[in-house]
């Protein structure tokens, strides 16, 4: 499957990008600059992209260095160049894209959350899992797993340094659909979308919970929240977050907001908060987790710094210090910039990239695995289903 080259260079890992909007854009940046940084067994190629306006997709392959464009995903699906298939479109086309990729003799990366449903993510999880028998290996595109200083966090967790993880507070807060006359993009939509802020934001943070903690969540009780119920029709194309709208306004058909609470398999607890509707808060990922020993606190607005507690410090200078996780030691800086000198939001995107082609290139199972995502997918159903029998107690009423 892989192509040996003569001039000395790693083999080349061929890759294909189904969308290319934001996501697309990210990504792309991760598999230009993994090769460049990392020392890598392939060398991921940039083969081609595929979109369904020929003048858009033309024009994302020069600006983003793929080298065709394709205007059916079939097409790139079935490109001998493409030994491995980016799915960076909205949800409701990951489960159909995948299974397709995985059966064609492809390795797959899907962008999160995996898919729009339990059942689609079940049946791509049983497909990872036939495909696996061949050879073949996909991966959720969870990125902030990549950064370094949450991966350390991961580390000193796993070394036991905070012992027994006994609550994980995560909140994803952003504020670019407070204007209520933000338009109805597809991410407002739950026939592409999934869910709103949930599926969004939602999915990103019951990943991290379990992937810092190590244990899946067991339990969840939820409120969901919809503030603006009507929204401007879109007006052309969207680009990213940004879009605008026509006069004609329609539903609104997911969450702007979900807030939630769980409880891990250890018996930890876990405090979730999404929202889209947060004025000032940009891209606002902030987790706490305390153990036994210890406490650590991360910020992705200050993403190189890891704060960290350790409670066997003498109370006198005992408190919560700030490591700059910018040294080679830490995950990933090995490759990067002198001590100091900061990583940013894109670079969880070649990290990805990179950790993949590694997988690939030893035929190790990634992680992210589409069994996480589908564990993912559950947690979020779970939250839906509780916040729609809305079990809310009320206190009892102070007598009269
Ligand atoms: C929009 O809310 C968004 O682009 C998410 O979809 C991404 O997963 C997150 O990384 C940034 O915000």
Request: glycine content about 8%; charged content about 20%; hydrophobic content about 45%.
């Amino acid at each position: 499957m892989e192509r040996t080259d003569s001039d000395g260079a790693p083999p080349a890992l061929g890759v294909g990008m189904i969308g290319y909007a934001f996501m697309g854009a990210a990504h792309s940046q991760g598999w230009r600059t993994a090769a460049r940084v990392f020392d890598l067994p392939l060398r991921p190629v940039l083969a081609a992209v595929a979109g369904r306006d020929a003048a858009a997709v033309r024009a994302a392959a020069h600006r983003h260095g793929w080298a065709a464009a394709e205007t059916d995903w079939r097409a790139l699906v079935a490109r001998d160049d493409v030994q491995l298939v980016d799915i960076c479109t909205p949800g409701d086309s990951h489960a159909e894209i995948a299974i397709a990729a995985l059966e064609a003799g492809k390795h797959v990366l899907c962008e999160k959350p995996l898919a729009n449903s339990v059942a689609e993510a079940e049946a791509m999880a049983a497909a990872a899992e036939r495909a696996r028998e061949h050879g073949l290996l996909a991966m959720v595109g969870f990125n902030y797993r990549r950064v370094p200083a949450v991966a350390y966090a991961r580390r000193l967790i796993a070394e036991g340094r905070l012992g027994a993880v006994r609550h994980v507070r995560v909140t994803y807060l952003q504020d670019w659909l407070v204007d209520p006359d933000f338009p109805l993009t597809w991410r407002l939509e739950r026939e592409h979308a999934g869910s709103g802020a949930l599926g969004d934001l939602g999915a990103h943070i019951v990943d991290l919970a379990q992937f810092l903690a190590g244990e899946p969540l067991v339990g969840v009780s939820a409120q969901l929240e919809t503030f603006v119920r009507e929204r401007p029709l879109l007006a052309g194309a969207s680009a990213g977050l940004s879009a605008s709208g026509g006069s004609d306004r329609g539903p609104v058909t997911v969450d702007d907001a979900a807030v939630f609470t769980g409880r891990l398999a250890s018996g930890a607890l876990a405090v979730f908060e999404a929202s889209r509707m947060a004025p000032g808060r940009k891209n606002a990922l902030r987790l706490e987790i305390n153990g036994e020993r210890g406490s650590i606190a991360f910020d992705l607005e200050r993403l190189n710094e890891l704060m960290f507690h350790d409670h066997a410090e003498p109370a006198v200078t005992a408190g919560f210090r700030r490591i700059l996780v910018t040294e080679a030691d830490h995950p990933y800086l090995e490759a990067w910039w002198p001590p100091g000198h900061a990583l940013g939001y894109e670079h969880t995107f070649a990290h990805q990239a990179r950790d993949l082609v590694v997988a690939v290139a030893s035929g190790t199972q990634p992680e992210p695995s589409f069994a996480d995502g589908l564990q993912v997918q559950r947690v979020l159903a779970a939250v839906e289903e509780s916040a729609g029998k809305n079990a809310v107690y009320t206190p009892v009423p102070v007598p009269a």
